[in-house]
């Protein structure tokens, strides 16, 4: 046997640590499950999206079939190729992902990023080449300490050995938040925030935000990165807003 001594050693001391810290549901404190920081009853109570837009991620109603897209996308179709999000952004989503962004609590992005890469393994995703997540402007960075969207991603960059590129794209405009502003504010307030500062060779990118909303910040990346020659831009998200 061809075992790697590194990965053993660490597996043995993830279990150790879990003998000494079981998880505990970071929603009610409950123990919990499949060693992740959440309780069976919490993870089932999410706002689960079941049935979604192949291309956007918009939840859609039940029993649409597989390949369906929404309305928007079959009108004027966005410049992603596909996107997979986890919850509808409302309820216990809303409050994982304010504690993930807000207080600096690095075990909901341990929760999400998991949760995302098995939802991931379980859909069979087709994979790309590398995983870009959406960058912060420095100043951004700098307060909050951290970029969510790197955190969100390593669970699954891990799970499926795909690298993370944070370095191709920078965000070169702080772009105001864009809470309160509607679909074409913020399509404005959006434009030309990201450049390319190191070629990427890739041809499939997968670009991982924490919520995507209007998808305008998605939409905006995946503009520059096919016009760098990628051919195909993905979306995985933990929360989708409608
Ligand atoms: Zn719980
Ligand atoms: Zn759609």
Redesign the pocket.
């Known amino acids: 046997m061809n075992m790697d001594i590194t990965s053993l050693s660490t597996g043995l001391l993830q279990r150790l640590i879990s003998t000494v810290y079981p998880p505990r549901c970071v929603l009610c404190g409950s123990t919990g499950f499949n060693d992740m920081d959440i309780c069976e009853v919490c993870y089932a109570d999410l706002p689960w999206i079941e049935s979604a ?1 192949t ?2 991620a ?1 939840p859609l109603a039940k029993h649409s079939g597989d390949q369906l ?2 309305g ?2 079959l009108q004027k179709p966005p410049v992603f190729d596909r996107s997979v999000s986890l919850f509808s952004y409302e309820k216990e989503a809303v409050t994982l992902i304010h504690q993930l962004k807000f207080n600096e609590k690095l075990a909901y992005s341990r929760l999400l990023g998991g949760m995302l890469a098995s939802a991931l393994d379980k859909n069979a995703a087709e994979l790309p080449e590398c995983i870009l997540p959406v960058p912060l402007y420095k100043k951004r960075l700098k307060q909050r300490g951290f970029n969510q969207s790197i955190e969100l991603a390593r669970p699954a960059a891990k799970a499926f050995n795909i690298p993370l590129d944070m370095q191709s794209v920078i965000r070169v405009r702080n772009t105001q938040s864009q809470t309160g502003l509607d679909r074409k504010q913020r399509r404005k307030n959006i434009r030309a925030a990201f450049e390319i500062v190191d070629p990427i060779s890739a041809q499939h990118v997968v670009v991982v935000d924490d919520v995507v909303t209007t998808t305008s910040t998605v939409n905006e990346l995946a503009r520059l990165l096919k016009r760098a020659g990628v051919r195909r831009v993905d979306v995985w998200s933990i929360a989708r807003a409608v």
């Open positions: 837009c291309q956007c918009l897209k929404c928007q996308c």
